[in-house]
């Protein structure tokens, strides 16, 4: 029997802002939810939710739903870039310093585990490559990065699988998520982004 890096319930979570997550003001646009399941050495599923939001929309019931969405257990993988050590102090000193949209997922769901992954997009982008998935550049209008968080929590999940599956076990995730891409996309579910 083969041993299996990857965990039973792996969710990849990517959210959009109009500004950095800790700068005044900042409000999430949108989100996407991907989540892996295996059950044995033969079954993996695949979900992917994804959503835009209005101004109107509060952080609270973003997050909310968010927590709600995530499966019982699950180990979820955030993406993060690092925020610069002034900065940080500095919103600390002001009283300014709030919670991260992480943190106050894992405040309503404490049986999950947080995975924060510290890449930079170049590596994001380079993960995405491995999956056939082409995902936006730094140049890119806030429009169109908004419109691929989907692709970037799936290429999220592929660094992930890059970095601490075997070649044997990430050769048949990969193949599985390939499969799935093609029915999802036969079904219409990735024509065009929301």
Same mark, same amino acid.
């Given at each position: ?15 959009? %802002?109009?500004?950095?997550? #800790?700068?005044? %003001? ?18 993996? /599923? ?10 109107? #929309? ?10 709600? %969405? ?36 894992? %405040? ?39 419109? /691929? ?20 076990? /990430? ?24």
């Amino acid at each position: 029997m083969s041993h299996f890096v990857h965990p039973d319930v792996l969710s990849a979570l990517v959210i959009t %802002r109009t500004r950095p997550e #800790h700068r005044r %003001r900042s409000q999430i646009r949108s989100l996407a939810l991907f989540s892996v399941t295996r059950s044995g050495e033969a079954e993996t /599923r695949f979900a992917l939710h994804h959503a835009v939001f209005d101004p109107i #929309h509060s952080r609270a019931e973003i997050i909310d739903g968010v927590a709600k %969405r995530l499966p019982q257990g699950s180990e979820l993988l955030v993406w993060h870039t690092v925020s610069p050590v002034r900065r940080l102090l500095r919103a600390r000193r002001s009283g300014d310093f709030f919670p991260s949209d992480a943190e106050l997922i894992l %405040r309503q769901r404490p049986d999950i585990t947080l995975l924060p992954l510290h890449v930079s997009g170049a590596q994001l982008r380079e993960a995405g490559a491995d999956i056939a998935i082409e995902l936006p550049g730094s140049t890119s209008t806030p429009l169109h990065r908004r419109r /691929r968080a989907a692709s970037q929590a799936q290429a999220l999940w592929a660094l992930y699988i890059r970095a601490f599956c075997p070649a044997d076990e /990430r050769n048949t995730l990969f193949a599985a998520f390939r499969a799935w891409r093609v029915l999802e996309e036969a079904k219409g579910g990735f024509g065009s982004p929301i």
